[in-house]
């Protein structure tokens, strides 16, 4: 196979590979909290509102929208690195890394929006 086919298909394999193991991870952190709830209830153990208050903190929209958000930056910022690394032996190679970094700078700004948003919306 040449270069050409096995660049992009590793790029774009590793990017679905990477989706569906943050899907996976995420699904079973969700299924153990669920399995923990019903292992408490049925040992007849009483579930305070603050015990489901600090479980539901484990799955919390809003911090992993901060995470998320602040994530997406740091990756953007790498790309953003990376084409200015690259840019000092190959000169034109400089926007089109930019441009790729954008995308997650963005992502990771409108999660963070999102993130304060939440805040906003809790305290306000």
């Given at each position: 196979?040449?270069?050409?086919?096995?660049?992009?298909?590793?790029?774009?394999?590793?990017?679905?590979?990477?989706?569906?193991?943050?899907?996976?991870?995420?699904?079973?952190?969700?299924?153990?909290?669920?399995?923990?709830?019903?292992?408490?209830?049925?040992?007849?153990?009483?579930?305070?509102?603050?015990?489901?208050?600090?479980?539901?903190?484990?799955?919390?929209?809003?911090?992993?929208?901060?995470?998320?958000?602040?994530?997406?930056?740091?990756?953007g910022v790498a790309f953003g690195f990376?084409g200015v690394m690259v840019g000092m032996?190959?000169?034109?190679?400089?926007?089109?890394?930019?441009?790729?970094?954008?995308?997650?700078?963005?992502?990771?700004?409108?999660?963070?929006?999102?993130?304060?948003?939440?805040?906003?919306?809790?305290?306000?």
């Amino acid at each position: 196979m040449s270069e050409d086919i096995v660049v992009p298909v590793v790029f774009f394999g590793a990017l679905a590979g990477i989706v569906w193991l943050v899907s996976h991870y995420n699904y079973k952190k969700r299924l153990t909290l669920h399995e923990t709830v019903r292992h408490a209830v049925d040992k007849g153990q009483d579930l305070t509102g603050e015990t489901m208050e600090k479980l539901a903190l484990i799955t919390d929209p809003i911090r992993a929208d901060l995470r998320r958000g602040v994530l997406f930056l740091a990756v953007g910022v790498a790309f953003g690195f990376l084409g200015v690394m690259v840019g000092m032996e190959e000169g034109e190679a400089v926007k089109p890394m930019i441009g790729v970094a954008s995308f997650p700078v963005f992502i990771g700004l409108a999660y963070l929006g999102l993130w304060a948003a939440s805040r906003r919306g809790q305290h306000g």
